[in-house]
């Protein structure tokens, strides 16, 4: 298995543009989410899908849009962006509901705004 | 809503020199407090989850305790490998999702 894969690693991206980063994971998980970490702030959670065609917000979701059409793909869209949006970010999956639920991280994206 | 505190912030260490890390938290309900490594440029690395307080789970120099209020990671005789940030992060039915709230983490530096 693949686990939870992310594209792309790097990113500038200029004031005002647009972009999708891609998350995919292969172990059926039902839960998917998006964090951004920040130097010194940890994981803080944008976007969660507990199932396809299912989303939810997080702590930080202004400036960031998400769908989850199938249960593998769970893309985090970037409209206008922002220097604030500079940041590291990761998606994760796991198995999801009152279980005690690991998260299994992909290796992330780093996204520059200039 | 769930609170996670991890001190300290930074932590360094000689090797062989053991300590502990530590995990406040509060919750209603907890379900699990888990503990992930995170290298550089990496994402978050599962380690351990505990469930019940009195509870201890040990992995090679590395040993997790939890009581009602808090975590303990102890780092026994560590080795410069043992460098990275350690995240701490709690699961509660809170809402009805169960999703996870980290703290910040520790960074954690092994000189040989």
């Known amino acids: 298995n693949a686990g939870v894969t992310q594209t792309p690693k790097f990113h500038i991206l200029k004031i005002g543009q647009s972009m999708t980063l891609q998350c995919t994971q292969d172990?059926?998980?039902?839960?998917m989410y998006w964090y951004r970490q920040d130097p010194g702030m940890g994981l803080k959670l944008i976007y969660y899908?507990?199932?396809?065609?299912?989303?939810d917000k997080g702590e930080v979701p202004n400036g960031y849009n998400v769908s989850r059409s199938t249960t593998e793909d769970f893309p985090l869209r970037l409209e206008l962006a922002a220097p604030s949006q500079t940041s590291v970010y990761f998606c994760a999956s796991s198995y999801g509901g009152a279980s005690t639920d690991t998260q299994y991280f992909g290796p992330g994206t780093r996204l520059t705004v200039l | 809503e769930d609170q996670v505190t991890q001190s300290p912030e930074a932590l360094r260490l000689q090797e062989g020199e053991s300590s502990s890390l530590n995990c406040s938290y509060t919750v209603s309900g907890l379900r699990g407090l888990f503990w992930y490594r995170q290298d550089p440029g990496k994402g978050p690395e599962f380690l351990f989850t505990l469930y019940s307080a009195g509870e201890e789970k040990e992995k090679e120099r590395l040993k997790a305790t939890l009581t009602k209020k808090e975590s303990f990671l102890h780092i026994t005789a560590p080795k410069p490998e043992d460098s990275a940030t350690y995240l701490c992060a709690v699961q509660s039915p809170g809402g009805g999702s169960y999703i996870p709230t980290f703290g910040r983490g520790t960074s954690l530096i092994v000189h040989p």
């Open positions: 172990m059926n998980h039902n839960y």
């Open positions: 899908s507990v199932g396809a065609g299912i989303t």
